[in-house]
């Protein structure tokens, strides 16, 4: 069996690089040949046909699955209009990406999410009304945490406890024009949270994730690892927002809520998975390509 997996050609981020190369050791051990492909081999065109076609910047045989370790959403429906199958699906990659979107989609299926306003679009930053982000502000009571729509490893997530700090801040991204949403401060998960790995529709393994210097646990972040046990409400909560965005994988961060209820942070489909190897023992890269043999062969 032949399989490529596509990643980015320019973020150049070692543990990325890692991981693109687990599972072409791991592809070797299941007689799965895989190449790596970087986003910026591949080029889409549509031909004198009108139909989808590729310009090859690197010589590869063509797949019978890609694994699309990249957020190059429209390189991906390229592909899959070329009837190539990925995995993640480039429809589970944009609700992920997008924390606006993912909001969206998981708004009316049940799922605890924190308070939650997503960003206005906007024409000309410099006609915000302050008394409008006054408003905002107050509705949180004085204690917000600002994702960036577009983010990864924790970064791009900003903790303001201050009324012009947050003015200030919501000014510069509308400057910068980019959509966020502002989010209520979870005073019972400060500094941690649960990373729960899926795999088809079964949980592989979960990892608490700890940090004592930061609001945020990501282990990029600086936090600290340990595989915990998951009660019945945290498992139901992280499968039923992976099976609502559609996803072969994904990686569920879940919050502690009041008396330790879970409340859904976000969902990842490029998830980076190593720390979790490292704690739990095995390869999740190969639960995820004996997951995908299934896939085509069922």
Same mark, same amino acid.
């Given at each position: 069996?032949?399989? !490529? ?11 990325? +690089? ?5 599972? =072409?050791?791991?592809?070797? *051990?299941?007689?799965?040949?895989? +190449?790596? @492909? ?19 910047? *690197? ?13 190059? @959403?429209?390189?991906?429906? /390229? ?23 993912? /909001? ?12 939650? =306003? ?12 302050d008394d409008y982000l006054i408003e905002v502000f107050n509705i949180f009571k004085n204690k917000v945490v @600002? ?34 949403? @502002? ?8 500094? *941690? +949270? ?48 992976? *099976? ?14 009041k008396d330790n209820k879970p409340i859904l942070c976000e969902v990842n489909s490029n998830l980076n998975f ?5 704690? !739990? ?9 004996? /997951? ?7």
């Open positions: 069996m032949k399989g !490529w997996i596509i990643y980015s050609g320019t973020l150049n981020i070692k543990k990325i +690089d890692d991981l693109v190369d687990s599972f =072409i050791i791991e592809g070797k *051990k299941l007689n799965i040949e895989i +190449d790596k @492909i970087k986003n910026t081999e591949l080029l889409p065109i549509y031909n004198n046909e009108g139909k989808p076609d590729l310009i090859y910047l *690197k010589k590869v045989k063509e797949p019978n699955f890609i694994i699309f370790w990249d957020k190059d @959403i429209f390189l991906a429906k /390229h592909l899959e209009n070329m009837g190539y199958r990925l995995f993640n699906s480039s429809s589970a990659i944009d609700y992920c990406d997008d924390k606006c979107l993912m /909001h969206l989609m998981l708004s009316n299926k049940n799922i605890s999410m924190p308070k939650t =306003i997503i960003s206005p679009m906007i024409f000309n930053y410099d006609n915000i009304n @600002i994702k960036e729509a577009k983010g990864s490893f924790g970064m791009q997530v900003y903790l303001i406890e201050e009324r012009e700090a947050f003015i200030n801040k919501i000014k510069e991204l509308n400057k910068r024009n980019v959509r966020f949403i @502002i989010q209520e401060k979870v005073e019972a998960s400060f500094g *941690k +949270d649960i990373r729960v790995n899926i795999i088809g529709n079964k949980v592989v393994g979960a990892m608490l994730r700890k940090s004592s210097s930061d609001f945020r646990a990501n282990i990029t972040q600086g936090g600290k690892g340990e595989i915990v046990v998951l009660t019945k409400e945290q498992e139901e909560l992280a499968l039923k927002a992976h *099976k609502t965005l559609g996803l072969d994988f994904s990686g569920v961060d879940l919050l502690f809520g190593l720390s979790f190897e490292k704690l !739990w023992g095995k390869s999740f890269g190969r639960e995820i390509l004996k /997951h995908i043999i299934g896939e085509l062969n069922g």
